[in-house]
DNA sequence: CGGGGAATGT
DNA sequence: ACATTCC
């Protein structure tokens, strides 16, 4: 093995990640600008801006043409340009709202999507396109780097890895994705196809409004050299470019030509070669899918509150606009964090945990008694970070939930109670509700901590990650049209997904598993039951009544003792059931055509582009060894020589010349659309926009509150970001936060 | 006249 | 609980 990595140490410096990946960069125009356009076509063709409170955060393409900028302030944009139209977003539900659209969308391409705020999204096609291994390269669509100077289409692949193609396919998905996202929300944006994250995020913006560009790997130097501020390099910040402006890098090229001692005293060992691989467009972060959210939130700046009256008032105001957040979003909050900012003060939070009783209907049967539950443990926490014997000043009232039950955890920490009742609840068992109502006797089981969960390797993880994903519900609509799925092979996974939206899913099971206690479920053709139950509102399933309400004795872990379990109190009970996991054998439905037929065609010709490709990777290979000087051996490179060993040479000079297939167009009416949400709420029930008010109605009460814990606002994916972290920082130096964009796995 | 919000690391 | 970073 070592002789083996040895052999290929060289070619692997020059083709540091082989550019085997196909990556998407989605960001749309003017987000919050466009969202209030499409919700009033009026403001089409004016100028318009969105602001929130005096701040001018965005404006659409009409205003920026006549010279608008973003982030101006109200008065400055006004005065600039008085027939602005401004638009309060300081409520941001209708921008969460199209943003969650938008990602599921993203999400019937392909599971590996990861969002970066709300109007962002990378997707990692690289499954989708191997699928596909044939392309015809003049079929690229939109725009590539480089032609703003029209620099030609190359007429052969110069790398002859096959990169050339993949870009090609991935520009056509690109498209596919786009127009879906428009026809089916009315929302334009721009794209960005490269073979890694920081390229496909780098050209995405391109070309604007409303374009897409791809980057070939022999355009990768030109465009990392013409970047002039190693600002503009994602994830590196005002803090890292200072530190970096400090020692005499500024642009792009300077990070490249930095002496990595230089930056060693500055910056810890990964960072540092982050850094320098990020100046070269390298970058193996990988595309993380998403969880739901970990905490939601809402928050208000205010120009002056300082008698108690005004913070009951706004407090009152931001937990009804944040219980309708998490109505919808379904989960149950564990912890409750509330925040104030004093005037020329800095923010100050309090956390603490929330009993779950709180919400023992549900989080979407919200009465007064539950608001005025939590206004007592808002106000109370509130008297213990703010002095309100004194006089008090605020500019900032904030409130959000955290730490949500989250069913597809290994073990929640309430099940894990209860599996060791020796040990049942002792003093850190106290809870908010307890301190605020001096109601301590009813529920002991709620844990204070929740203790991280076991320790995979990260490496190990994220493969399980990566091989949870194949294909399955991947860009169906692009290609299930061809007639690849005709030769699928069925590959079983052991799958830990826990995710009503997608198929196999162990709370669609347990849902299912009530639908076949209490209703016979008929699904009418073919597969994906779970989308379509929830999916679009037009299946044509039928339900129909059992005629005994016998009741339901659920399947318990073998390791819970049932007379136990039933002597607890029934809200209990169901604390237990939703947090039993159930792992699920999934059929992973997977396109292994990975033979790729090939005709050799050696590279004579070397245009000045290629050359320009050599270059970079002639310094790559001196920042490189330069790193493993001092280093025993880079992570990134044991996995890859570890990779190598199963798979391909990383450089094959063979091109495959077989002809693209087409992508045809055909876009079934897609889903509920961001519009038709005002409607979906009756009485103080408010449904998730992913159900059918009609279908959710006619069920019985029980299976509604189980559809109404189980539906999510976008599909859950992955669980979060798990702490790997480590212990050798040496010295005093920075490990920025830098690692958190840069980390490869 | 410095939004509103989420993730991650210490 | 706070500090940074991103949008
Ligand atoms: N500091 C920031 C940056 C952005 N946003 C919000 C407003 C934007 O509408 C949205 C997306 O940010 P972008 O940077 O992508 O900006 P836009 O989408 O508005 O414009 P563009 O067309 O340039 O992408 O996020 C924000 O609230 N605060
Ligand atoms: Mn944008």
């Not at 920026?64 to 539900?93: E, H, T």
């Not at 879906?180 to 391109?206: D, P, Q, R, W």
Request: aromatic letters at 6%; hydrophobic letters at 30%; a neutral charge.
């Amino acid at each position: 093995m070592d002789a083996n990595f040895d052999h290929l140490d060289g070619e692997w410096n020059l083709l540091p990640d082989q550019h085997k990946r196909t990556i998407i960069h989605i960001d749309i125009d003017c987000f919050y600008a466009q969202v209030e356009m499409v919700r009033n076509p009026e403001l089409r063709d004016k100028p318009v801006g969105v602001k929130q409170k005096d701040l001018m955060v965005t404006c659409n393409y009409k205003a920026r043409s006549l010279g608008v900028k973003k982030s101006m302030w109200v008065r400055d944009a006004l005065k600039f340009l008085p027939s602005l139209i401004l638009i309060d977003g300081s409520d941001l539900s209708p921008y969460r709202q199209y943003s969650a659209d938008i990602t599921n969308l993203a999400l019937s391409f392909t599971p590996l999507v990861e969002r970066l705020g709300l109007d962002e999204n990378f997707l990692d096609i690289t499954n989708q396109v191997h699928d596909y291994s044939a392309a015809n390269h003049k079929d690229l669509v939109g725009h590539f780097y480089g032609d703003r100077e029209r620099n030609p289409m190359p007429s052969f692949d110069p790398c002859a890895c096959g990169c050339f193609k993949r870009m090609v396919i991935g520009s056509h998905i690109a498209s596919k994705l786009r127009k879906k996202i428009f026809e089916s929300t009315g929302i334009t944006c721009c794209a960005g196809v490269g073979h890694n994250k920081l390229l496909a995020k780098l050209v995405s913006g391109y070309h604007k409004p409303n374009e897409q560009t791809a980057i070939f790997p022999w355009q990768v130097y030109d465009l990392l050299n013409s970047l002039e501020s190693v600002r503009m390099i994602p994830g590196i910040g005002s803090a890292t470019s200072k530190i970096l402006g400090d020692l005499g890098v500024t642009s792009v090229k300077d990070l490249q030509l930095v002496d990595i001692n230089m930056l060693r005293t500055k910056f810890d060992e990964e960072t540092c070669k982050k850094l320098k691989d990020m100046s070269f467009g390298i970058d193996e972060a990988v595309v993380r899918p998403n969880s739901r959210p970990q905490s939601l939130g809402v928050e208000d700046a205010v120009k002056r509150i300082s008698t108690m009256n005004e913070v009951k008032v706004k407090y009152e105001e931001l937990l009804e606009r944040l219980l309708k957040l998490v109505a919808e979003d379904g989960r149950k909050p564990g912890t409750l964090k509330i925040s104030a900012r004093k005037r020329y003060g800095h923010r100050e939070t309090k956390q603490l945990p929330l009993l779950l009783s709180v919400f023992s209907k549900g989080v979407n049967i919200i009465n007064d008694s539950v608001k005025s539950a939590l206004m007592d443990i808002i106000l109370s926490t509130f008297h213990k970070i703010i002095e309100t014997s004194k006089p008090f000043e605020l500019t900032l009232l904030g409130i959000a939930f955290t730490k949500f039950t989250d069913y597809s955890s290994e073990t929640t920490s309430i099940s894990r109670f209860f599996q060791k009742r020796s040990r049942v609840a002792d003093e850190n068992m106290e809870t908010a509700l307890d301190k605020s109502q001096k109601n301590s006797s009813a529920n002991k089981f709620l844990p204070a901590v929740k203790k991280p969960r076991h320790d995979l390797s990260f490496d190990s993880e994220r493969c399980l990650e990566n091989n949870l994903i194949p294909v399955e519900s991947a860009c169906s609509d692009v290609f299930l049209e061809t007639d690849k799925c005709e030769e699928n092979n069925f590959i079983q996974v052991e799958s830990t997904f826990n995710n009503t939206l997608s198929p196999g899913a162990s709370n669609l099971e347990k849902l299912n598993s009530v639908i076949d206690k209490e209703m016979t479920y008929r699904e009418p053709s073919g597969s994906a039951s779970a989308l379509d139950f929830q999916g679009n509102g037009k299946n044509n399933c039928t339900y129909s009544r059992l005629t005994e309400d016998s009741e339901i004795m659920p399947d318990l872990p073998n390791d819970v003792d049932s007379d136990v379990f039933n002597s607890l109190p029934k809200v209990i009970q169901e604390e237990l059931l939703l947090s039993f996991k159930t792992t699920s054998t999934r059929t992973l439905n997977s396109t292994s055509n990975r033979n790729i037929a090939t005709n050799q065609k050696t590279i004579l010709e070397c245009s000045a582009k290629v050359r320009s490709c050599v270059e970079s990777f002639e310094n790559q290979i001196r920042h490189d060894q330069n790193v493993k000087t001092t280093e025993k051996l880079p992570k990134h490179l044991r996995n890859k020589s570890h990779g190598l060993d199963e798979s391909q040479p990383s450089c094959s000079y063979s091109v495959d010349s077989s002809e693209m297939n087409n992508i045809t167009d055909h876009l079934t009416s897609c889903s509920s659309s961001s519009s038709d949400k005002h409607t979906r709420s009756r009485g103080n029930i408010i449904l998730p926009k992913d159900v059918d008010a009609d279908v959710f109605y006619a069920l019985p009460e029980e299976l509604q509150n189980e559809i109404l814990k189980e539906s999510k606002t976008y599909q859950p994916i992955i669980s979060p970001q798990k702490n790997q972290k480590s212990c050798n920082n040496k010295k005093g130096i920075q490990s920025s936060p830098l690692l958190k964009y840069l980390k490869k796995l």
